[in-house]
């Protein structure tokens, strides 16, 4: 096989090769955690263990987070009519940025009966992160307002994360592609590189340095016309100077 011919055929098995590793690296790493809940009611402590699961899709130079309960939690003695409870909870970033995200979501669609476990509507933020690495997302307290009273629930048995996003900080170059290894496409960056400010890689004069074998030809042309110059110089000189003796 010609040299050209296996140069470019190794060069097309690097890119596949390579294309196959950023497919095979997750975008991002999602489980559902259990999450043992004490909650402080105002009538008293209640327990409750509820399978909670955090998703992440990318939005803008951000990521829209949700938090979903698969059983309910908390109760309450008295009936609570459509719209009479409102959520809300906190999730604990971890790894590359630390710190809370709030989530909200809307109050209950339906009455809830009398002592019988609330079920918490999907609650949703917005995370934009502000460091690139992989960053936690664990569930944290949960409020619950009904009625006029706050109740919160706290976790007890310190549940490991729900979620894991590979994120780019926003205005680094690229955005933060979701799970492990940014998901998303790139943002940000808006400078190109190998550009200057008067273009796009050019010299002063708006044109480009000639390099190359065209610069040795040019180089060595100019080089044979002064020596050709001054071997006709030379020789005028000595023609003028016999003339003179001979006189």
């Known amino acids: ?32 955690v259990d999450v043992d809940y004490q909650c402080q009611t105002p009538i008293g402590q209640k327990s409750a263990v509820s399978p909670i699961d955090i998703k992440g899709v990318r939005s803008g130079s951000g990521y829209s987070i949700t938090m979903s309960w698969q059983k309910g939690v908390s109760s309450s003695p008295v009936e609570l009519g459509k719209g009479a409870m409102s959520p809300s909870a906190t999730i604990t970033l971890g790894g590359a940025e630390t710190g809370t995200l709030n989530v909200t979501g809307p109050a209950n669609q339906a009455a809830i009966p009398a002592n019988t476990p609330i079920k918490i509507s999907d609650l949703s933020g917005t995370y934009t992160p502000k460091k690139s690495g992989k960053v936690t997302f664990t569930p944290g307290t949960l409020v619950i307002k009904a009625l006029g009273t706050t109740t919160k629930c706290n976790p007890t048995n310190n549940p490991g994360p729900a979620l894991t996003l590979d994120v780019t900080a926003s205005g680094s170059g690229s955005s933060g592609g979701s799970g492990s290894g940014s998901s ?53 000189w000595l023609t003028r100077r016999n003339q003179t003796a001979r006189r």
Not at 7 to 25: E, M
Not at 201 to 228: N, W
């Open 184 to 236: 998303g496409g790139s943002s940000g960056g808006s400078s190109s590189s190998g550009s200057s400010s008067g273009g796009t890689g050019t010299d002063s004069g708006g044109t480009l340095p000639k390099t190359g074998p065209e610069d040795s030809f040019v180089a060595l042309g100019t080089l044979g016309g002064t020596v050709l110059l001054a071997g006709a110089a030379g020789t005028l």
């Open 1 to 32: 096989m010609p040299s050209s011919q296996r140069t470019a055929a190794l060069a097309s098995a690097a890119a596949l090769a390579g294309s196959a590793v950023l497919l095979a690296a997750p975008a991002a790493h999602a489980t559902v």
